[in-house]
Structure formats: C-alpha cells, structure tokens
C-alpha cells in the first residue's frame, strides 16, 4: 500500500485533470469526493484512509487530493480522496466539476452539531441535481456511468464524533433515518478518533458498492475480492438474490456430514409447508459478500431479513444470531413455507 497527499488552494477542473492524469493508466482509479460542514472531521477521515493515524488539527483552509495505491481486495486500485473546503467558501463551478469528477460520494456531518446534520440534505440535493441529465458534462468518465437518478450515485451517510457522548445532538436513529429518506446508499456512525478499522471500512465498502454499480451498469462478470470468483453482474434483488442461495436443509440434531442433499427452494412445492429449519448460505462467490466488511454484510443481513417477510410484514425467518454477520458466510436458519418466499 503506497499512500500520499497533495495540497492545494483550489482543485478546479484544470487540477482534478492533472490529477487524474497522473495516475498510471493501467490502475483502475477510483475518485471519492468528502463533502460536509465545517468542522466534521472530513480531513481527519481522509487522513484515517491514508495514514490510519488521527492527528488530532489540520488544516482546512486548503482542498486536498489524498492518494493511495491498494492490492488488499485482490486487484490493484488507486484510491483519489478529495477532501473539499467549506463549499460555500468556493465557486459554483468549482464543486459541480468536483461533483462530476466523482465516482462516489460522502457526505459527513457531526453527531454533535445538528447544524451540520441539516446541511446533508442540501449537499445531497445538489450531488443530485448537478448530476442527474448531465452525462456529457461527465469529467473522466464514460457516459453510461453518470447519475440519472439517485440509484446510480453510490454516496454514503457519515456521521462522526460518535465518541463525545455528552454532547450528541443527532442520535443514531436519525441518521439511519435520513439515510432512506434522502436515498443515501449507506449509513455509518464512526469515530474517527477512536476507530481506524470503521474509518477505513467506509473506503473499502464505498469501493465495493461502485464495483458492483459498474458490474450492473456494465452487464459484464467482475472479479470481486480476495477469494471472489467471477460472478453475474445483473442487479440483484433480494428476491432474487433469496432464489439464487443454496438451501441446505439441516436437521438441528445431525452433524454437518450427515446432511440430506440440498433442495433447491424450486423443488418445494407450491404452498408447501415446512416444519424443517433450512439453512441458508450465501457463499463467498456471491458477490455481496466477496471481501465484505461488517457493515455490508450488515446489510445483506437487512436485505435478507426484508426478503424473507411476508407481504403482511410476519417474518418468515427467524435470525439464529445476530453475530453470524461478522462471518464470511451469512447464515440464516428459515422455516420455508412455500416457494414464493
Ligand atoms: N472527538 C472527536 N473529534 C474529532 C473526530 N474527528 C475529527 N475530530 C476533530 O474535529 C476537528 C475538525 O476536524 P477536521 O478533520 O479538520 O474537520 P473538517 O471537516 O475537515 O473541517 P473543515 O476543513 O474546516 O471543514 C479537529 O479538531 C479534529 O481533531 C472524532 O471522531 N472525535
């Protein structure tokens, strides 16, 4: 892993095409803007990425381009992490380019000051309104790749400082709230001062989610993770993703090598009821969780748990324990009652 930075008064459109010139053109780069209110501790997350130090001041009177050349998920990336000024403090036009030459987004805000949660929604809104329709005015990138809607903007919610506990103005709750509301991709609650793993997760996750965006947009098989193998890139739904697990059928009393051949969830008749606990694995060469952290598995976990309930909201399933998420399998024990669950 190589890692450096560069200051800069301004990073303009001029700049950001040196930038990204300047990486080797054989390494795949991929372009992550911080955006957020001052103070929130946006350069101490870049510096996090980089360094996995926290220093503790910085200076913020200048924007910053932080790069860093990674292997760890199996093929090389070049990570370019522009972390911005107050964007009141800059041209219009400078943060749409900036906005354009993004590949993902985060927006940061303290949990502490609840000025900075309110500010989320506008910089949301503008990421939005200056990339939706805009495909030609695309900086560096292919134009199948710009944001018709929100769903093809990968950019995550952060909120920071989670260790003041005396001083927390925006609670969890509503950050995962504005989270679905505002169509944000991902939620975290970090300290930036306190953990360098969850720091840096949110890089390595925000990479995995513009992996499988491009996989989607591309229609093409993409190579994901360590031990990843190829896989579809179709979207994938929870309905489908639920249809496309292996089902292995475990009697709680049998031993893993005395296992009944797996039914496929098709071979259940129509209506059948089971009393039988199914177990469900989603394999390492499934693509959401090829080298996944806990927080996407977290969310696999979610999308699992919204697929196996019900239209009237009764779950199908009953979550064996929580902690399987921290796994590299995800496991779920499922009562199956009929194939269109
Ligand atoms: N307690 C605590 N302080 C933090 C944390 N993250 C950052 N800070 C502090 O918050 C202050 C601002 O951090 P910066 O990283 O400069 O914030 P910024 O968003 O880049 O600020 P501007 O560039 O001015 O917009 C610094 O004093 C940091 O030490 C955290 O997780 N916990």
Partial sequence: MSARSSPTPALDRARLKKFTASVKSHVPCFRILLLGGRGVGKTALAVRFLTKRFIGDYDSSVERMYQLSDSSSGSPVEYMVLDTIDHELKSNVDLKDQINWADAFVIMYSVTDERSFCEVDRLKFLISHMRKGKSNERLFFPDQYSSANNSNIICYLVGNKQDIYGERMVTPEQGEHRCRTSGFTAFYEVSVRESAKRSREIFFDLHADWLELKA????????????????????????????SLTFKRTSLQQDSKSRSPSPSLSQLAPGQASPCKFRIQVHQHHNYTAGASHGRRRRLGDELWTALSRDDGEPLADLDDDDKFEDAIVSLKVPVLNREC
């Fill in 216 to 243: 989607q947009l591309d229609r093409k098989p993409v190579k994901l993770g360590r031990s990843a193998s190829t896989v579809s890139s179709r979207p994938v739904s929870p309905g489908t993703l639920l249809r």
